[in-house]
């Protein structure tokens, strides 16, 4: 059981959380912040008549129309169901549970509101894997992720869908099968609940353990690309990357020259003088991609431990302010930069597949022995060519548009719900042109005599186990989709995912 108190996630412990798939609880302090908060804004609602934003008034641009305190708990159901209007792709399923998870850290610290209960019943549905059906679509970026967590919300009062397991249910249904009666939201709490920037911020956490993990498998793979195009490894000499010392290149440069390290192949005398720039520039521009991600992370990692709903409850200092804390410019800015840090990854390894194909450097023209009667890996390069265009127009910044919402109200949004869509398909997008990547340079292995590193040779020969080196044309694309499957499974432990980043 793992407990949530008043100290911040950091992205280690998330990692974990999701790995482990561990239960939850609520420390008793946090039970004991969360209980006072709501027992000050009973007392504050009971003794005063003074409108307060989203409690005794409307939303958005009804924020000027008072409601009568017989009508409060009616005021937040409403606000729920009238806020579930999103459309699109379903949200999956981890990402889903990263929002409950986020959303009851950020409901713990304790200046939201909430009753106990509402919070627990989230804890329940985290602990029991019964995970709300949501929408990709409909979100601003401000205001919070209104549409996404109105979907999420829904369930606590038993409306909408979950998932349970595989099985997409009514959520009434699931709360029968679990004995569980459905949350009477009071004052302040759907407003508590669907006001944040977990959608995003589940999106970003996610996203960001995968590009961790690709980061590392860019390097590993531009690696075995390098030697099998018989590279020269003096663009990895440290002396080069202390005189121009950003953190990311030089971690990359060393971790090459580890993963290379006694490869008879790479020591062999080099004909050429030097190699192209997808070659040549790997601790340059991977570099850059790891320490763009480092910069996401501190900008996620605050996000996550904040409270991101409006309007704010500050007991000790007597205050309930409404501003923006639930503006998700930060945010938006991060996964923007995530994007385009990602899809250069992309970019430069469909480069070096490119140059393994091109029959230079005494490796057959598309990777096969009789091309011309074979095709051999031709298209592959043209699919991690149409991929990386396709992250190209994804990696455009959503966060520099902007649209007028509610009469006005609302008048500038952040966008990065788009963003964390965008980012997420990226992620996905460049795991699959690595695949392609690795099923190149283990291809372009076989045409050499000499032998790479230990660590790569035992790589390769895990890879070739699930994908074989191609002898004659055969229909590629279950070779694409095994060596995708491969690098998904592999595991990475934590000192190996945060080497660089110190999360």
């Known amino acids: 059981m793992f407990e949530i108190t008043t100290q911040s996630f950091d992205l280690k412990t998330l990692n974990d959380l999701v790995l482990n798939a561990s239960l939850i609880g609520l420390s008793d302090e946090v039970k004991i912040k969360i209980t006072d908060c709501r027992t000050y804004l009973e007392e504050k609602i009971a003794a005063s008549d003074a409108p307060i934003y989203g409690i005794n008034t409307g939303f958005g641009a009804l924020c000027d129309v ?241 409270v991101t709903d409006n309007p704010n409850i500050f007991r000790a200092s007597d205050s309930i302010i409404s501003g923006g804390n639930f503006h998700g410019q930060p945010i938006a800015f991060a996964l923007d930069f995530l994007k385009i840090a990602m899809s250069e990854l992309g970019n430069i390894s469909e480069r070096r597949t490119y140059q393994l194909i091109s029959g230079q450097r005494q490796l057959s023209s598309f990777l096969v022995k009789s091309p011309g009667l074979n095709s051999g890996l031709m298209i592959p390069q043209y699919t991690a060519a149409s991929i990386v265009s396709s992250n190209k127009q994804l990696a455009t910044p959503a966060s520099t548009d902007s649209i007028v919402s509610s009469n006005g109200q609302e008048d500038h949004v952040s966008m990065g719900a788009n963003a964390a869509t965008q980012a997420y398909q990226i992620v996905e997008n460049v795991e699959q042109i690595l695949a392609i990547e690795l099923l190149n340079a283990s291809q372009a292995m076989t045409f050499r005599t000499k032998e790479t590193s230990p660590f790569l040779s035992a790589f390769l020969a895990a890879f070739r186990h699930d994908v074989p080196p191609v002898e004659t044309d055969r229909s590629l694309y279950k070779d694409m989709q095994k060596a995708l499957s491969f690098l998904k499974q592999l595991g990475l432990e934590n000192e190996v995912l945060f080497e660089h980043y110190g999360g």
């Open 66 to 306: 008072k409601i009568s305190s017989e009508n409060l708990s009616a005021l937040q159901h409403n606000l729920v169901r009238s806020h579930a209007c999103g459309t699109g792709a379903l949200v999956p399923k981890p990402v889903v549970k990263l929002m409950l998870l986020l959303k009851i850290k950020a409901l713990s610290l304790g200046h939201s509101g909430v009753h106990l209960t509402t919070v627990e019943r989230l804890v329940d549905f985290y602990n029991n894997d019964i995970l709300p059906v949501v929408y990709t679509q409909g979100s601003l970026g401000a205001s919070g992720d209104l549409a996404p967590l109105a979907h999420l919300a829904l369930a606590l009062i038993g409306e909408g869908e979950v998932w349970m397991g595989d099985q997409r249910c009514a959520t009434s249904e699931v709360l029968d099968r679990m004995k569980w009666s459905p949350i009477q939201l009071q004052s302040k709490e759907g407003l508590a609940l669907l006001n944040g920037t977990q959608f995003m911020s589940a999106y970003a956490v996610h996203c960001l353990l995968n590009a961790y993990k690709i980061s590392y498998l860019a390097d590993l793979i531009s690696a075995i690309s390098l030697d099998a195009f018989d590279g020269r490894l003096e663009p990895f000499d440290l002396l080069i990357h202390f005189v121009r010392p950003h953190k990311g290149q030089l971690v990359t440069a060393h971790r090459i020259q580890e993963f290379l390290k006694d490869s008879d192949l790479m020591n062999q005398p080099k004909i050429h003088v030097q190699d192209p720039y997808s070659f040549r520039c790997i601790p340059q521009v991977h570099g850059a991609t790891k320490d763009t991600l480092a910069f996401v992370e501190k900008t996620v990692m605050t996000e996550v431990n904040s």
